[in-house]
């Protein structure tokens, strides 16, 4: 029987695996839990290309398959040292129509899908949200007056256009794992070490989860400790400097294995950090 399932939240310009716009299962673990997804129906408005989108796709086997081995398998948290399960499916849509799954939990989020392709669909704004259509009478007002919502958002927009074609960069997996070094041996580092990719992937590096494939690294948090001094170190990865670096360092098919390596000075306020493939 085809159960339809709402999205009880949604958000806009979170990015890209980031829960508002997602399938809660908390409330009915307790009642017997959820029906597997098997399908996603979507409408939605964007806002950068003024344009609506319709999405009516089945999700295919591989797919459900791999959402439901991430369902029954949890993941070690050891901040609360215990194990923790995925609670969301997370839906986002992306400008061209892209439509992207993940499943998320405490501490960690892992895309499931990324090949979902919605359509284009003409409609008038009052059939599509009629409190939208009152207030701004016309398409072009609503879009125009909801993005500057976000401070730049319009200026970047008129600037640079929509990047389509980002999100393909976004999405590529390059085989590398993460090596930190000390130039002072008496450090040690800390077990929390936080990552967040630009597929919208994020995780804790003690999670019990293998890493070896992954995208680009765009955020790295750590703490490391030297005798009686705890340090924590918060680094940003240039966007266009990781989509550039990645693929040339790893080739075009990402056939290559690598480490990403961050190198911290004895004075820790240095850091070297680069990748070495091959």
């Given at each position: 029987?085809d ?13 890209i ?6 399938v ?7 009642k ?11 409408l ?8 609506f989108y319709?999405?009516d796709a089945?999700l ?9 081995k991430m369902f029954?398998?949890p993941?070690?948290?050891s901040?609360?040292n215990?194990?923790?399960?995925y609670f969301?499916?997370v ?7 892209k439509v992207?799954l ?12 990324d090949?979902?392709?919605?359509k284009?669909?003409?409609m ?6 009629k409190?939208?259509?009152?207030t701004?009478k016309?398409?072009d ?12 958002a319009?200026?970047?927009l008129?600037?640079?256009?929509v990047?389509l074609g980002?999100?393909?960069?976004y999405k590529?997996?390059y085989?590398y794992?993460t090596?930190?070094?000390f130039?002072?041996?008496?450090t040690k580092l800390g077990?929390?070490?936080l ?6 992937d ?9 890493k ?15 005798k ?6 918060y680094?940003?990865?240039d ?5 550039r670096?990645y ?10 294995k690598?480490?990403?390596v961050?190198?911290v ?5 240095w850091?070297d ?6």
């Amino acid at each position: 029987k085809d159960r339809r399932i709402p999205v009880y939240e949604s958000s806009v310009g979170g990015g890209i695996g980031q829960p508002g716009s997602e399938v809660d299962y908390v409330d009915f673990n307790e009642k017997g839990g959820r029906d597997m997804p098997t399908a996603v129906h979507l409408l939605w408005l964007s806002y950068a290309e003024r344009k609506f989108y319709q999405l009516d796709a089945e999700l295919s086997e591989n797919t459900k398959e791999r959402m439901l081995k991430m369902f029954r398998k949890p993941y070690y948290m050891s901040d609360d040292n215990e194990h923790c399960r995925y609670f969301n499916l997370v839906i986002t849509m992306l400008p061209g129509g892209k439509v992207w799954l993940h499943l998320n939990g405490i501490g960690r989020t892992a895309i499931v899908c990324d090949t979902l392709q919605a359509k284009e669909v003409h409609m008038e704004l009052e059939d599509f949200d009629k409190d939208a259509f009152y207030t701004f009478k016309t398409l072009d007002n609503s879009c125009k007056l909801l993005l500057s919502d976000f401070e730049g958002a319009a200026e970047n927009l008129e600037k640079h256009g929509v990047p389509l074609g980002l999100w393909d960069k976004y999405k590529e997996w390059y085989r590398y794992t993460t090596k930190i070094e000390f130039e002072n041996k008496e450090t040690k580092l800390g077990t929390h070490i936080l990552y967040k990719f630009t597929n919208g992937d994020k995780y804790w590096d003690d999670d019990s989860i293998p890493k070896n494939i992954q995208t680009s690294c765009k955020y790295l948090a750590m703490d490391w400790q030297v005798k009686d001094s705890t340090y924590t170190g918060y680094f940003f990865f240039d966007e266009d400097e990781i989509l550039r670096v990645y693929p040339k360092a790893f080739g075009n098919e990402g056939k290559l294995k690598g480490e990403l390596v961050v190198q911290v000075s004895k004075y820790n306020n240095w850091f070297d950090i680069f990748l070495q493939v091959g």
